[in-house]
């Protein structure tokens, strides 16, 4: 299995303890949060990991080299002149791995209980991109239909919707109480699977880009899917008051 992990953001949400040190190094009972998804990944059968670094980014190569990359393959992908988000890191850092397999994307600040080896494995037998989604409260959310195949995307509190589909985007006009029921509208976990037969349509993407953006360019070309779990517990490490909350959640 290969795995990127996104760990170049600067954190700024977790001020003031990101002014000296990235997010990835932030200690969750004594063990940066880096470290914990890596251990996490080694225990799932992962072998090869590339980790995107920017902020900060000596510490996270130093920590990980001085613990002997935990006993797997473990490489960096460069941001440090240019912060790429998550559409161009992964273009980047996709090919640093030695294979094409897909690529299990997790952001450094997710803890979950998710079903990743399943995940992949949906992933290695559809051949195609899918999201673990979420029904949690947010004003963001992918939309999907029937088929569980991403159409487009929504700010509920502004009514935008962003779609390649005109019928979709022609939502825009209504209400979302007037559509609610046509799809299904699902937050984003920030963990995915990524499938390398999408690499080839990201040759005109140039330099810093959203993977949202690009998937909602190319979603009426190629099928992108959702996952979604009801028993999926996740929490996002991504303000100061959640680190007491990741602990707890880390012991049970």
């Known amino acids: 299995m ?9 954190g700024t949400r977790l001020k003031p303890l990101t002014d000296t040190m990235p997010k990835a190094m932030v200690p969750i009972n004594g063990k940066p949060l880096v470290q914990i998804l890596i251990e996490k990944l080694r225990c799932i059968g992962v072998t090869e990991v590339v980790i995107n670094v920017h902020h900060f980014a000596q510490q996270i190569i130093d920590f990980v080299n001085a613990n002997h990359c935990f006993g797997i393959d473990i490489r960096f992908s460069d941001e440090t002149d240019m912060l790429l988000e998550t559409g161009g890191g992964l273009k980047k850092a996709a090919r640093l791995f030695s294979n094409d397999k897909p690529i299990l994307v997790h952001n450094v600040d997710i803890l979950s209980n998710a079903d990743l080896v399943g ?5 290695l037998a559809t051949g195609t991109t899918t999201l ?4 949690r409260q947010t004003q963001r959310y992918l939309l999907f239909d029937d088929t ?14 962003r779609s390649p589909f005109p019928e979709i985007k022609a939502l825009e006009k209504q209400t979302p109480s007037a559509w609610a029921g046509q799809l299904k509208k699902f937050a984003f976990s920030g ?3 990524f499938h390398p037969s ?3 349509l990201m040759d005109s993407w140039q330099g810093k880009f959203s993977i949202i953006d690009f998937y909602l360019s190319v979603c009426d070309k190629v099928s992108i899917r959702s996952h979604f779990d009801s028993r999926l517990q996740l929490l996002d490490v991504g303000k100061l008051d959640t680190i007491a909350k990741a602990e707890t959640f880390l012991q049970s």
């Open 198 to 200: 999408l690499l080839p």
């Open 119 to 123: 995940l992949y494995d949906e992933v």
């Open 148 to 161: 569980d195949r991403l159409v487009g995307w929504t700010n509920i509190a502004t009514g935008e919707v």
């Open 132 to 135: 673990l989604v979420s029904d």
């Open 2 to 10: 290969n795995a990127l992990i996104f760990a170049a953001g600067l």
């Open 191 to 193: 963990i995915q699977v």
